[in-house]
């Protein structure tokens, strides 16, 4: 499981995360949290999420 970010259940959550951010770019990221990429690129977003 991602720690670091929100996972949305569904378009509703998705839609929400998008249109409350007015000042900044929002990036999702579709996987599995078991997945080992899929973590490797949470950690990577992580890292640059303030930049």
Known sequence: MSYMFPNPHNGWQV??????????????RFGHDWDLNCMKMNEFLYSIAEK
């Open 15 to 28: 839609d929400q995360a998008i249109l409350s951010e007015e000042d900044r770019v929002v990036v999702s």
